[in-house]
C-alpha cells in the first residue's frame, strides 16, 4: 500500500516536473543464480532449425542449473529498435542475455544497454580463438560487449550457365567487373547484368574501400566524413555506375535493398549479385539453385579481393539484468564452439571462431570465397552513435540514388552525405 | 431511363471499388507460382490455402487475434460511454469554456501520434507502478491510449445525433419526474444508438489496425502481443511473398470487414440522424 | 469559435436555452465530462505538455534510458529544422499532396453520395458494400494490395495496360499520384456515407418547391441541395485535412520509407526518418509541434474561409 502511495507521489511529482522524462538505470547489483533468465534473438525467416539449436541450447544449461528456466522469445529484425529502445527505458521488461547486429552496439552502448563483459572474456579460455577482426566488432573504446556468435561476409554470386553460354570468365578487377554486367545485359536485355540497389549500403561499402576511401575517419573521440574524398568519390561513382540502364537500371534498381537484389538473383533475373554466406538458402531456392558459383569480389588491381564489411551477430548480457553471471554462461554456452557448429549445421551461419572456421571449411567448398575474403580483411562502420541516425536517414543510399537518377553529380551528392553524417557526428 | 443509367454506374462503380479487396483474397487463394507469374490473371483454378497456412503458422495465432478483439472492444465499449456522456454535455447543456472544449477535441485529433509515444511511453510506465493492468506489457495500456485517441472524434461524431433528439422529449420526461440521470440513459442513449454504432467504427478500425503502440508498449512477454504485431513478420516485400502478404492483409481485413456490414445499415442511418439536427 | 459547425440543417429553429439555473447545469455537465476529461487530460494534454518541453531539449535514446545527461537547447530544435531546407521542400510536397488528396475525396464520395441517392436500392446497396470493405481495410494491408497490383512485374494493371516492367513508383509524381489514389480509395467513403445520409435527410418537399419553381437540375443543387449540406461538407473537409496532412503508413509502405532519394517524403515520414528512427526524440518533438500548430492554422484558415462565404 506504501509501495503504491509513494509511486502516486511519484507521478504527481513527475507531472509537476519541468523536464523530460528519465529512466532511472542505476544498478541495484542483484546477482541472482536461480529463476527466470529471458532471453531475446532474432526470427528468422525460418526459424524452425535456429529454434532446435536453441533449444539443445537451454536443455543442457537447464540440466545444468538447478531452479533455472531459460525463456527465450524471438523477435522481428524489423521492429527491433523499438524493443530495445524499451527495454531500455523501462530495465522491469528488459530480458537478461540478447543477440543483436553489429552495427547497433555503439547505439547500445551510449545507451548503457549492455553489460561490458572484458573481465569475463579474460576468463573465458575459448576466447583466444576468436577471430581479432570479428571480436573488434564487438568492442566500444576498448571494451566488450558482447561475443560474436555468427558472421556475415559478401561476395559474388554469378550465373555458371550465362557465364559459360556467353564464354566469359569471373571478372578479376570492379572496372572488368562493370564490363562483364554490361555485355551480358546486351546479350540478355531481359537479365540485369549485375542487381545492385540503390538502398544496399554493403555492396557500396565495398566499392568505396577497395579505392582506397573510407565513409569516416576517427581522430580522437571525433569523427569526420571522408566520403567526399577523392578516393571515395571514385568508389561511389563506380557503384553507381553499375545503376544504369544497360547494366541495372534505376528505374528497377534505385528502390532496392540488399534481400531485394538476392531474390532477383535467385529468381533468374541477374546475372551477378553481391550476397552474403547467409543467402545461400534464399539462393539455393530459387530457380537457378544449380547454376551458380560464388567467387570473392574483386577489387581494383587483378587480384585483389575488395575488402568486406564485417556484418555480423553478438550476444550480450543486458546492464538492467539481475542474474549477470547466469547470462554470461548462458553465452558462453550458446555462443561456444559447440554450439556455434550446430548453428552452421542448421543454419549455414559463419562461426567466428578461427579453428571452427578451418574445420567446417575442408568440408564446404561454398565457404571458401567467403573465408578468403574474410582473411584479405574486412572493414567496419564508424562504431560510434550516430552511426544510427545515419543510417536511419538514409544519407549514403540516398546519395547513391541522386547519382544513380542523374538528378545530382557525385560531387554534390558526396558533399550533401558528407555535412549530414558530420552534422550527425556533431550531435546536432 | 436515368434512374437505370444511375443503377448502372452505381454497379459498375462497386465493381472498381472492391476490385482490391477482391484481388487481395484472390493472391491470398494463388498457388505461388501463379502469384509470381508474368501474366497475372484475375481467376484462379487451383486455389490452395498455403499461403494462409504459412500465416496461421505463426505460434499463438489465435491468441493475438484474441489480444486484438479484447482490446479494440474494450476500447469500442469504453468510448461509447465517455463519448455519449460527454457529447450529451457539449449538446445539451449550457455552460462557459463550451466552445474552447470543442476546439480542443480538434486540436486533439492535430497532434502526430507517432511524437506523443516517447512521453506516452513514461507516463505508462508509471501507471504500471500504480495499477499493473495498465502498465507496459499489458493489453490495459493499449486500451488506454486508443480511448484517448478516438475519443475526440467519436465525440465529434455524436454530438449531431445527441442534438437530434427533439427537446420536447426531454421536458416531457422532466414532466413525468424522470431526473436528468434517468432521461439520458433510459431515453436518450437508446435514441442515439445508431449514432454510438456509427462512432464505434472508427474506434474500432483505430484500436484494431495499430502497430506503432503495440510495438512500443509490449516489450516483454509474448503473451500480450496483438495481430498485428504476430503479422510484421511477413509484410516485408523484401521476401517477395506476397502470397503471404495478401493472406495476412486478409486476415486483418477480415474482422473489421464483418463488423462493418454487421453495422452497415445503422451507420448510414446513424449518420443521417446527425444530420437532421 | 465553430459553432456553425454544428450538423444542424438550416431551418430547424435553434435549441430554447433550458429552463432551470445556469449553474445546475454546469455541474451536470462537469459531472458529464468527467470520464473524458480525465482521459483525455491525462492522456493527451499532459503528453502533449511533455512533448512540447522535450522539443526544448537535446533528448535522444541515451538521455531516455538516463545514460546521458540532459542538456537543455531553448529553441535550437526548432531553428535546426527550419533552417533545413529539406524540411521546406518536404512542407511544399505535403500541402500539395494532402490538398489533391483531400479534393479527390471530397469529389469523389460527394459524387457518388448523389449517384448513390438516385439508384434503386439494391445497386445502391452493393455500391455501399463495396465502399464500407475499401473503408475497413487497414492502412497497412491496403498500400501493400495497392502496390501489388501496380507492381512492375506481377501486377495486373502493367499486364492489363501491356506496360511489363513499368515501374510506378519511380517518378516523383506517378508514385504520389499511386499513392493519393490509394489513400482516395480508403477515405472517400467516409466522405460518401456523411453526404448520402445528408441528401437522405433533405426534406423532399424543399425538392419539390424547387421543382415546381422551375429550377434546373444545377441550380437545384447549387443553389438549393449544396447549402443544406454545407456544414457537413465541412465536417468532412476538416476531417479530411486532419487525416492526409498526417498521412504515414501509405507513403512509408508504398514508395519504400519516402522514394527514390527522398522525392516522397511528406512531414510525418520526415519526421520518422530524420528524428525517430535516428533516436532524435527533442528534433522529432518540434516536428510534431510544428506540424499540430501548421494543421491547426490550416483548418482555422478554412473555417474562417467558410464563415465569410457562407
Redesign the interface.
Known amino acids: 500500500m506504501l509501495k503504491?502511495a509513494i509511486?502516486?507521489a511519484?507521478?504527481v511529482a513527475?507531472?509537476v516536473a519541468?523536464?523530460?522524462?528519465?529512466?532511472?538505470?542505476t544498478d541495484e547489483g542483484a546477482d541472482r543464480s536461480s529463476g527466470e533468465l529471458?532471453v531475446w534473438l532474432f526470427?528468422e525467416?525460418s526459424n524452425g532449425p535456429k529454434e532446435d539449436v536453441v533449444d539443445q541450447a537451454i536443455a543442457e544449461f537447464e540440466a545444468a542449473h538447478d531452479d533455472v528456466k531459460v525463456n527465450v522469445?524471438y523477435l522481428?529484425v524489423?521492429?527491433r529498435?523499438?524493443?530495445f529502445?524499451?527495454?531500455?527505458?523501462?530495465p522491469?521488461?528488459?530480458?537478461d542475455v540478447a543477440e543483436f547486429g553489429n552495427t547497433d552496439l555503439a547505439?547500445y552502448v551510449?545507451?548503457?544497454?549492455f553489460a561490458d563483459l572484458s573481465g569475463d572474456l579474460d576468463q573465458w579460455p575459448d576466447a583466444a580463438d576468436l577471430v581479432p577482426e570479428v571480436l573488434d566488432t564487438a568492442k566500444i573504446d576498448g571494451r566488450t560487449y558482447g561475443v560474436p556468435w555468427f558472421t556475415g561476409t559478401r561476395a559474388l554470386y554469378y550465373r555458371t550457365d550465362v557465364f559459360t553460354e556467353l564464354g566469359l570468365e569471373p571478372p578479376a578487377t570492379l572496372a572488368e567487373l562493370t564490363t562483364t554486367a554490361r555485355a551480358i545485359r546486351a546479350a540478355k536485355p531481359d537479365m540485369y547484368g549485375i542487381a545492385v540497389g540503390?538502398?544496399y549500403l554493403f555492396a557500396l561499402l565495398p566499392y568505396v574501400w577497395a579505392n582506397g576511401g573510407d565513409i569516416a575517419e576517427r581522430d580522437g573521440d571525433a569523427w569526420s566524413a571522408t566520403i567526399d574524398t577523392p578516393e571515395a568519390r571514385a568508389g561511389l561513382a563506380q557503384y553507381a555506375e553499375l545503376l544504369r540502364p544497360d547494366i541495372c537500371p534505376?528505374?528497377?534498381c534505385?528502390?532496392l535493398?540488399g534481400?531485394?537484389t538476392v531474390?532477383a538473383f535467385a529468381?533468374g533475373k541477374a546475372a551477378m549479385a553481391i550476397g552474403g554466406d547467409f543467402n545461400r538458402a534464399a539462393v539455393d531456392a530459387g530457380a537457378v539453385k544449380d547454376d551458380y558459383a560464388v567467387v570473392p569480389l574483386p577489387g581494383t588491381e587483378p587480384g585483389s579481393i575488395a575488402p568486406a564489411f564485417a556484418g555480423g551477430n553478438l550476444l550480450g548480457v543486458f546492464g538492467s539484468s539481475e542474474r549477470r553471471t547466469l547470462g554470461w554462461e548462458f553465452v558462453t554456452l550458446l555462443g561456444g564452439k559447440e554450439y556455434q557448429r550446430k548453428m552452421y549445421d542448421a543454419m549455414g551461419t559463419m562461426p567466428t571462431f578461427a579453428d571452427v572456421q578451418d574445420e567446417i571449411a575442408i568440408d564446404d567448398p561454398f565457404l571458401a570465397p567467403f573465408i578468403e575474403t574474410v582473411q584479405a580483411g574486412t572493414r567496419f562502420v564508424p562504431a560510434t552513435?550516430a552511426w544510427?541516425?545515419?543510417?536511419?536517414?538514409?544519407v549514403l543510399p540516398?546519395a547513391v540514388?541522386?547519382v544513380a537518377?542523374g538528378?545530382q553529380d557525385v560531387d554534390t551528392a558526396t558533399s550533401a552525405a558528407a555535412a549530414e553524417m558530420d552534422a550527425?557526428f556533431a550531435?546536432? | 431511363m436515368r434512374k437505370r443509367a444511375a443503377d448502372l454506374a452505381c454497379v459498375l462503380i462497386a465493381l472498381v471499388v472492391a476490385f482490391p479487396l477482391y484481388w487481395m483474397v484472390l493472391s491470398a487463394l494463388k498457388p505461388a507460382g501463379e502469384i509470381?507469374a508474368a501474366d497475372p490473371r484475375p481467376w484462379t483454378l487451383a486455389p490452395t490455402l498455403d499461403s494462409f497456412r504459412r500465416v496461421l503458422a505463426v505460434e499463438d495465432f489465435g491468441l493475438y487475434f484474441l489480444n486484438s478483439l479484447v482490446v479494440a472492444v474494450a476500447v469500442v465499449a469504453l468510448s461509447l460511454v465517455a463519448s455519449f456522456l460527454a457529447a450529451v454535455a457539449l449538446t445539451r447543456f449550457r455552460f462557459r469554456g463550451r466552445t474552447v472544449l470543442l476546439v480542443m477535441l480538434l486540436v486533439a485529433q492535430m497532434v502526430p501520434v507517432e511524437a506523443l509515444t516517447?512521453?506516452l511511453?513514461?507516463?505508462v510506465?508509471?501507471?504500471g507502478?500504480?495499477v499493473p493492468a495498465v502498465g507496459?506489457?499489458e493489453l490495459g495500456s493499449l486500451v488506454l491510449v486508443h480511448l484517448a485517441f478516438s475519443l475526440p472524434f467519436a465525440i465529434w461524431m455524436l454530438r449531431g445525433f445527441v442534438a437530434a433528439v427533439p427537446d420536447d422529449l426531454e421536458e416531457a420526461a422532466a414532466l413525468d419526474g424522470a431526473s436528468r440521470f434517468r432521461f439520458t440513459w433510459q431515453v436518450l442513449f437508446p435514441l442515439v444508438a445508431p449514432g454510438l454504432v456509427a462512432a464505434s467504427v472508427v474506434s474500432f478500425i483505430h484500436a484494431w489496425n495499430d502497430f506503432l503502440f503495440a510495438?512500443?508498449?509490449l516489450?516483454?512477454?509474448?503473451d500480450n502481443r496483438t495481430l498485428p504485431?504476430g503479422l510484421?513478420?511477413f509484410f516485408?516485400?523484401?521476401?517477395?511473398d506476397w502470397g503471404a502478404i495478401m493472406a495476412g492483409a486478409t486476415l486483418m481485413t477480415v474482422p473489421v470487414l464483418v463488423f462493418f456490414v454487421a453495422v452497415q445499415r445503422h451507420l448510414v442511418s446513424g449518420l443521417g440522424g446527425a444530420v437532421k439536427g | 469559435m465553430l459553432p456553425q459547425v454544428t450538423p444542424a440543417a438550416p431551418g430547424v429553429r435553434t435549441r430554447p436555452a433550458r429552463r432551470g439555473p445556469q449553474r445546475g447545469q454546469a455541474r451536470a455537465a462537469a459531472l458529464y465530462l468527467l470520464p473524458t476529461s480525465v482521459i483525455l487530460l491525462g492522456l493527451l494534454a499532459?503528453p502533449l505538455y511533455?512533448l512540447v518541453?522535450?522539443s526544448f531539449?537535446?533528448?535522444g535514446?541515451?538521455?531516455?534510458?538516463?545514460?546521458?545527461p540532459?542538456v537543455f537547447l531553448g529553441f535550437d530544435n526548432y531553428v535546426?529544422l527550419l533552417g533545413d531546407p529539406q524540411f521546406w521542400d518536404v512542407l511544399a510536397a505535403t500541402v500539395v499532396f494532402a490538398a489533391v488528396c483531400v479534393v479527390g475525396s471530397l469529389l469523389v464520395g460527394t459524387a457518388l453520395a448523389v449517384l448513390a441517392s438516385r439508384a434503386n436500392p439494391l445497386p445502391r446497396m452493393l455500391l455501399f458494400l463495396a465502399a464500407l470493405g475499401a473503408w475497413a481495410t487497414p492502412a497497412m494491408a491496403g498500400s501493400y494490395v495497392w502496390l501489388f497490383m501496380f507492381d512492375?512485374d506481377f501486377g495486373i494493371v502493367n499486364e492489363v495496360l501491356g506496360l511489363a516492367?513499368?515501374?510506378w513508383?519511380?517518378e516523383r509524381f506517378s508514385a504520389f499520384g499511386l499513392v493519393a489514389a490509394e489513400i482516395v480509395w480508403c477515405s472517400f467513403p467516409f466522405v460518401m456515407v456523411t453526404m448520402y445520409a445528408g441528401i437522405k435527410a433533405i426534406a423532399p418537399e424543399v425538392l419539390e418547391a424547387a421543382a415546381l419553381d422551375g429550377a434546373s437540375a444545377t441550380r437545384t443543387a447549387t443553389s438549393v441541395i449544396l447549402p443544406i449540406l454545407r456544414p457537413l461538407l465541412m465536417i468532412a473537409t476538416i476531417q479530411s485535412i486532419i487525416w492526409d496532412f498526417k498521412v504515414f503508413t501509405q507513403i512509408y509502405v508504398m514508395t519504400?520509407?519516402g522514394?527514390?532519394?527522398?522525392q516522397n517524403l511528406v512531414l510525418n515520414v520526415f519526421a520518422y526518418?530524420?528524428a525517430f528512427?535516428?533516436?532524435?526524440y527533442g528534433l522529432g518533438a518540434a516536428i510534431g509541434v510544428v506540424m499540430t500548430v501548421l494543421l491547426l492554422s490550416i483548418t482555422g484558415l478554412y473555417v474562417r474561409a467558410q464563415r465569410r462565404t457562407s
Open positions: 503504491r509511486a502516486a511519484a507521478i513527475t507531472a519541468c523536464a523530460p522524462p528519465q529512466a532511472d538505470t529471458k526470427q525467416a522469445e522481428p524489423d521492429g529498435a523499438s524493443r529502445n524499451g527495454a531500455f527505458n523501462d522491469d521488461s528488459a530480458p547505439g551510449a545507451s548503457n544497454g540503390g538502398k534505376p528505374a528497377q534505385a528502390q535493398t534481400s531485394q531474390a529468381g552513435p544510427t541516425r545515419i543510417d536511419a536517414q538514409a540516398t540514388q541522386q537518377t538528378r550527425a550531435g546536432s | 509470381q516517447i512521453p511511453f513514461f507516463l510506465r508509471s501507471f507502478d500504480v507496459l506489457n510495438k512500443t508498449f516489450i516483454s512477454g509474448t504485431l510484421l513478420v516485408k516485400p523484401e521476401e517477395q | 499532459y511533455q518541453v522535450i531539449y537535446d533528448y535514446q541515451p538521455q531516455a534510458s538516463g545514460a546521458a540532459l535546426t512492375q516492367g513499368h515501374s513508383t519511380f519504400g520509407g522514394g527514390v532519394a527522398g526518418q530524420k528512427a535516428g533516436e532524435q
